[in-house]
């Protein structure tokens, strides 16, 4: 298995995901962004985007997605659901809740705050996809008033997942309106081994944000 990754990008959560599954594979460390920084990058991914993850034949580009496939593939995971589990339906929202509704609008924060040439930089962008990821992200603090962690009350992938999430909105001082649920998930998700060594794997890259 080969990871292709850049600092603090997306591709956290499979590198996360590989630590706690503690699987054998090669990390392909890359300066953002990779298609210009990366030769022969866009001939792995025509997408550009990160993460590109390969097992065998396999060439997956969906971080979340790259989640699931490693506990279902290799598993009988601590960190997974099965199908079986009653709260299967719940996991699955929040693994794709992670980056479709929680992680879509930073990018757009990101990219029309800081990533534009300066005429094309939008403010009013900004602001309002702050005010709709903070609203989003309210249903994280609302999961965690009984439970330690998302579902199933244990670790999943779905806390790799909407972690991530929530790591780039701290990074990115987006936590403002995080609630006091949130804050001590996020402190005890960071805490976690396979997290550190994730970052850890990261340091020789220059930082992104």
């Known amino acids: 298995m080969e990871l292709y990754h850049c600092r603090d990008s997306r591709s956290v959560r499979p590198l996360w995901a590989l630590e706690e599954l503690q699987l054998d594979y090669e990390l392909i460390n890359m300066e953002f962004p990779p298609r210009y920084n990366h030769p022969g990058y866009l001939d792995i991914n025509p997408l ?6 390969i ?9 979340a997605a790259i989640c699931q496939y490693l506990v279902d593939k290799y598993g009988a995971s601590e960190i997974g659901l099965t199908v079986e589990h009653p709260e299967y339906g719940e996991y699955l929202n929040w693994i794709h809740r992670s980056d479709t509704t929680f992680t879509f609008p930073q990018a757009l924060i990101l990219r029309y705050d800081r990533y534009e040439k300066p005429e094309r930089l939008q403010p009013q962008v900004v602001e309002d996809y702050k005010k709709w990821l903070s609203s989003r992200l309210s249903s994280v603090e609302v999961a965690l008033q009984s439970s330690d962690y998302l579902c199933a009350g244990k670790f999943t992938i779905a ?12 990074k990115t001082d987006n936590d403002k309106n995080f609630g006091p649920h949130t804050r001590d998930y996020l402190k005890r998700l960071m805490a976690r081994d396979g997290f550190k060594v994730a970052m850890n794997q990261q340091e020789g890259l220059a930082p992104i944000f």
Do not use: N, Q, R, W
């Open 48 to 53: 550009g985007t990160v993460p590109t993850f």
């Open 55 to 63: 097992d065998g034949k396999l060439i997956m580009t969906e971080s």
């Open 159 to 170: 806390d790799i997942c909407v972690g991530y999430a929530l790591f780039l909105a701290h």
